[in-house]
Each structure stands twice: as C-alpha cells, then as structure tokens.
C-alpha cells in the first residue's frame, strides 16, 4: 500500500486540476454567452445544461458516503489479505450516495 499512495496522491491532483479547469472554461463559456446578446429558447436550455449546480451535490454526497464507508470497515472484523469485505462494504455505502443523490433530483423535480 505504501508504494501504491504516491500514484494515488499524483492520480487525484491531477483530477482535482481537470475539475477546476473544466469549471473555469464553464463559466467562461457562459459569460461569453450571455455577452453576446439577446438569447433565444435553445441558448437559455444550454446555459441551464452547462452546470446546473448538481455536480458539486452529487460528490458531495458519494465521498461523504465513501467516508462513512472506510469509518464503518474500521470496526468490521476481516482478514486484510484474503476478505472481499472491504470492497463490498465500501461499494454498498458509494453506491448508497448515488442512491440518494438519485432520490434528491427526483424529489427536486416533481
């Protein structure tokens, strides 16, 4: 495990890197957008699709689970080496956080 965190650590700062440039060319795009002039039907669905807001609920949400998740695995007793334990429980509670995140977008559209 420790020669596997520095990759991890390079992996996730480079992901942290994309998610800020992808976020400044989205809002770029949208101030040259409305910069342009009067918008008809198809720009306003454009700019509404471009970041809705829900991005930033959604991982909240599943690395707020995954968290819960490696907190929970703490006090489950398995063997490191040969249990498959960890990864189910690990999946169950990230898959949880898509499952609320899926039920919140529900509930906010009706």
């Known amino acids: ?3 596997l965190m520095p990759f991890i ?3 996730v700062f480079f992901i942290l890197i ?3 440039i ?3 060319y ?8 409305i910069k342009s002039g009067p918008l008809d039907e198809n720009s306003v669905k454009f700019l509404a699709q471009l970041n809705s807001g829900n991005e930033a609920l959604k991982w909240g949400l ?3 689970c995954a968290g819960i998740g ?3 695995m703490q006090f489950i007793p398995y063997s490191a080496e040969d249990s498959p334990v960890p990864y189910g429980v690990e999946m169950i509670f990230i898959s949880a956080g898509f499952l609320i995140y899926y ?6 559209k009706d």
């Open 1 to 3: 495990m420790k020669q």
């Open 9 to 11: 650590v390079i992996i």
């Open 18 to 20: 994309a998610i800020f």
């Open 22 to 24: 992808l976020a400044l």
């Open 26 to 33: 989205n809002y770029m795009l949208k101030k040259r957008i």
């Open 62 to 64: 599943i690395l707020l």
């Open 70 to 72: 490696f907190i929970v």
């Open 103 to 108: 039920l919140l977008l529900r509930r906010r």
